[in-house]
């Protein structure tokens, strides 16, 4: 018997219907997954049960497009030590958490919903940190989220960003290369499925830049992307109930959820100091090499990786 966290009824439902899961198959799913993985030389992988199943639920519970997300999970995360590499639960983090710029709120968007994710810029201070430092901040959130957090892996999340108070000298630090490499990674690796990015307060300075970075994306990204003029306009689409008590709703206050957000974060202390055991050693990969160029590629275009 698999050792998962049991579903609502309403998100059963979704993963039944939706994502074809059969709950009294998934041990065998489970099993065929570890498998495959005790026969792939190059690649270590977490394999605990909770992990695995939020990349079959992410692929639908095809077998084969699991193997590739979960080969592709963590030969990106080998390509980007900057970005992957080092995470650890340190004061650095800890303060990002506490600052609040990045906050998963507690209430979904309905009882079979997406989770929604906020990103607020007022506490952020762009002179002790880079924007790479809360990239990388948010990719260990992410990755809780495939272990934690069922309505992320089964309906999907939203991210809001506010950029009211995002000073310009932030905008400035944009890597292309990057938001280029992550939108790859958010397609092609994460298992969470991304269903909508909903920017507001957008300054006239960022537009031009933010519109350069989403060109970078792979196209099924770029049509998730929307841009609202203010608070009032986005509410429109999510009703303002849904959002915490700073923005008139009633989804919580965000000081009370960056508590309880930190003492999750430090509960995966040592779930992130051991990170640098998993990964991929190119060396042994059966079949063709991968590297930077045949996953990024030039002009983004992107080769298969060898599966089996």
């Not at 906050?103 to 002790?128: A, C, H, I, S």
């Amino acid at each position: 018997m698999a050792n998962l966290r049991p579903l609502s009824a309403e998100l059963r439902r979704i993963a039944e219907t939706e994502l074809n899961e059969v709950e009294d198959r998934v041990p065998a799913d489970l099993e065929a997954l570890r498998d495959w993985l005790a026969k792939q030389p190059h690649l270590r992988a977490r394999q605990d049960d909770q992990f695995l199943v939020g990349f079959l639920r992410g692929c639908k519970f095809s077998l084969e497009k699991t193997k590739s997300k979960l080969d592709h999970f963590y030969t990106i995360k080998t390509l980007m030590p900057e970005l992957f590499g080092k995470r650890l639960v340190d004061e650095k983090n800890l303060i990002l958490c506490r600052y609040g710029t990045y906050v998963r709120l507690p209430k979904p968007w309905g009882t079979d919903g997406p989770r929604l994710q906020l990103t607020n810029y007022e506490k952020f201070d762009p002179k002790e940190f880079k924007l790479l430092d809360l990239f990388r901040y948010q990719t260990m959130i992410s990755e809780q989220s495939i272990r934690e957090d069922d309505h992320s892996n089964i309906s999907g999340y939203i991210e809001i960003i506010d950029m009211a108070k995002m000073s310009l000298s932030f905008l400035a630090q944009l890597d292309f290369t990057l938001i280029k490499r992550m939108g790859i990674f958010a397609e092609k690796a994460q298992p969470t499925r991304l269903k909508g990015v909903h920017l507001i307060n957008c300054p006239k300075e960022g537009v031009a830049l933010l519109n350069l970075a989403k060109s970078l994306m792979p196209s099924k990204l770029q049509q998730r992307f929307h841009v609202h003029k203010n608070l009032e306009q986005l509410n429109e689409v999510i009703p303002r109930e849904y959002l915490p008590e700073e923005y008139g709703g009633n989804n919580g206050r965000i000081a009370d959820i960056q508590a309880e957000a930190e003492k999750q974060l430090l509960s995966y202390k040592s779930y992130f100091a051991e990170d640098s055991q998993y990964g991929v050693d190119e060396q042994l990969r059966p079949g063709k090499r991968v590297n930077a160029d045949s996953i990024f590629g030039a002009e983004g275009s992107f080769r298969k990786l060898d599966i089996d």
